[in-house]
């Protein structure tokens, strides 16, 4: 913390930050602006700066210090920052086709009055989203979004991290694409940027609109590929072993729980098996590919199912359908074909 320091300023607002290098531009926290190191000053290195202890984002905010500072993110977050990848092309060239192709409804613009050092590279504004994921603040993240669905975006991020068992830390970015997918470089309107942690499977898809009275491009629609269903699958056999219907409340939506509890309680009746709900053996699950697909869940996906053999007396299966609500990143329960 003792080392020489470069200082970079933000082209719109003017704000400074300590940045780690002369040779890029990075993305101002404040205004969405371009911070870059003047060039009579790129050779030359700031007095050295004081240390100070390390500090949460959320306190620094809280002291109104600046949580902006690139120089504070976490290294091996800078050094894995994302790229293209030869072995997802397929997967990012049909989710930018689909977001090209597929209407969403965007957040009302303000005036649409041109304003000097707007970003407009959607590759860095990808990059710092990119970052600010994998240092996982979840304030920095909602920040990113659109102001009127902002704070349903925040909640959101909370049933994430506890769904996901994320609270220690959201996975970090390795590679990311973006796009301009209505307008132009230089005047863009939409964009799209696929962002992935893990395998093709593991990402998440941004679609943003630019406003440029706001001097910013705004996040409006944020989609996780949804976790794989087999541990949610088994969740559910354990539950319907208690051969209780309340026990499978945890499986519905909130606001249908009650009924869907109450359609298995008939069937319980109407079969001979309330006392005791038939046993089950492994399950079967089909669909699943096509439902975790991030293209294919752009155009509504497929809705997979789960089939249990009954293991005893008359033998047969329980098929259930399973649908993911993004709302509270869970699979749900949607249906059953009973034996």
Known sequence: MGES????????????????????????????????????????????????????????????????????????????????????????????????????????????????????????????????????????????????????????????????????????IVQQTERVVEGTIEEPERGASLLLWGDEMDSVTVQWQFEPSRTRWYAYAVELVPPPLGPRVAAFGDAWAQSDPAALHPFFR?????????LVARKADSGGWAASFPKLGEPEITGEAGARNPAARLLGGSRPESIFPVTGGDGGELLVKWSFRDEDDAWIVTGFRFP
Not at 7 to 19: D, L, N, P, S
Not at 86 to 96: E, P
Not at 254 to 262: F, G, Q, S, T, V
């Open 5 to 172: 320091a470069i200082q970079g300023t933000c082209e719109a607002c003017g704000k400074q930050y300590r940045v780690p290098s002369a040779e890029r531009t990075y993305t101002c926290k404040a205004c969405g602006g371009t911070v870059s190191v003047a060039a009579q000053g790129a050779g030359k290195a700031s007095p050295p700066t004081t240390a100070r202890p390390a500090v949460a984002p959320r306190a620094r905010r809280a002291r109104g210090e600046d949580d902006g500072d690139e120089a504070n993110t976490r290294p091996s977050a800078r050094r894995r920052r994302a790229t293209s990848s030869s072995r997802t092309g397929w997967i990012v060239l049909a989710v930018l086709l689909v977001v090209s192709g597929v209407g969403f409804g965007l957040y009302k613009s303000g005036a649409m009055a041109k304003v000097a050092g707007a970003e407009k590279d959607l590759g860095k504004v990808t990059a710092s989203f990119a970052e600010d994921w994998s240092d996982g603040d979840l304030d920095d993240l909602a920040d990113w979004y659109h102001p009127d669905g902002r704070a349903a975006f925040r909640a959101r991020l909370d049933k994430v991290a506890a769904n996901r068992g994320w609270t220690d830390g959201f996975p970090t």
């Open 254 to 262: 909130a606001d249908a729980k009650e009924k869907m509890a109450e």
